[in-house]
């Protein structure tokens, strides 16, 4: 990934994206939330207060050199809804709920928040069509990225092998131990591969969140990925991590438009 600085902003962009869109997966740093938000959080129903986060979201539009009222962003839920957009997010309106949006749209940017759920972003080139998923174990599980592609295909006649894809920072199987519910889970989901994505070591599970949406990517038909491999559990100077601050942080933000 390659990293951009901005004032104080900081976000990391995938390399095969950045010819064709403007997006970026945020980190926590050059906002206003205080602790334990601090502080580019965009979580919006975990205490901070809603002016910080306004003006979190201007800093970012500014920086990026787009309009505010060009974003569509949503309620996520951990499924596999998608919404398919022709037009912003009106800012006083009440989100949809969906942990995939997409659009063909120049003038909208998609939005999304992020605590140690895997960000996906795609692109097609052929029919200039992007698509933003949010992906923790339910939605990995339940095949969000395939769901995403499949979508992709009926909305803008996208062929998969020509989508490029970016795997951004989520916790790592470094950090990810899961109990008897996401093990279940996953054997279900994966079946005979299940032992590619639970990683067995100290005692326990652990759960690769990365390898997992890869392999739901390829078996979409998607060919050309890209993976940050960058554990948000590992550096809370840069990211929000639900898992390593106890539930007590924020929620960093990831972007996606079409140049």
């Known amino acids: 990934m390659i ?3 901005v004032d104080q902003l900081e976000f990391w962009s995938f390399e095969q994206l950045e010819e064709h869109c403007v997006h970026g997966i945020l980190t926590r740093k050059g906002g206003v939330s ?6 580019l959080n965009f979580g919006g129903n975990i205490g901070d207060s809603r002016q910080n986060i306004i003006e979190n979201r201007r800093r970012v539009f500014s920086a990026i050199n787009r309009p505010v009222e060009s974003i569509f962003d949503s309620w996520q839920v951990h499924g596999t809804g998608m919404i398919i957009t022709d037009k912003p997010r009106n800012l006083d309106e009440i989100h949809q709920k969906a942990d995939i949006i997409a659009t063909r749209d120049r003038k909208i940017t998609l939005f999304m928040r992020f605590a140690d759920c895997t960000p996906i972003l795609l692109f097609d080139p052929e029919h200039a069509a992007i698509c933003m998923v949010h992906a923790g174990w339910r939605g990995t599980l339940a095949g969000a990225v395939k769901a ?13 092998e020509k989508i490029i894809a970016g795997i951004g920072p989520s916790i790592g199987p470094d950090h990810y131990r899961v109990g008897n519910e996401v093990i279940q889970a996953a054997e279900i989901s994966f079946g005979s591969s299940a032992d590619e994505f639970l990683l067995q070591k100290n005692g326990g599970y652990y759960f690769d ?10 078996q979409a038909g998607v060919e050309f990925i890209e993976r940050s491999n960058i554990c948000t559990a590992c550096d809370l100077t840069r990211w929000y991590s639900h898992r390593a601050e106890n539930g007590k942080t924020g929620r960093f933000g990831a972007f996606l438009a079409i140049r």
């Open 209 to 218: 969140l990365w390898a997992a949406n890869e392999f739901l990517l390829r």
């Open 34 to 39: 205080p602790s334990p938000w601090d502080s």
């Open 148 to 160: 995403a592609v499949a979508g992709m295909r009926e909305g803008f006649s996208s062929r998969p």
């Open 3 to 5: 990293i951009h600085q």
